[in-house]
């Protein structure tokens, strides 16, 4: 491995949206600072199997809706 290209790769805390907190080793930071996660894995819909949202922005899925609402019944 060559010298002096890779990041440095030390402990951290990362507190989950519940307040739990471990320990793990990272590239983030700095040696010992804290990541706070505003999405985790106890509360995301692609892990928990949750409902699916659609967001319309600007109106795209709304025109979607409309030009495509009699294809399939």
Do not use: C, N
């Amino acid at each position: 491995m060559k010298k002096d290209i890779h990041p440095d790769y030390h402990q951290i805390k990362v507190v989950m949206t519940d307040g739990t907190e471990f320990v793990t080793y990272s590239t983030y930071g700095a040696e010992g600072d804290t990541l706070k996660l505003d999405i985790d894995p106890k509360t995301h819909p692609a892990w928990t199997g949750g409902g699916q949202h659609l967001i319309d922005r600007g109106g795209r899925l709304s025109r979607f809706k409309k030009k495509y609402e009699g294809f399939i019944k």
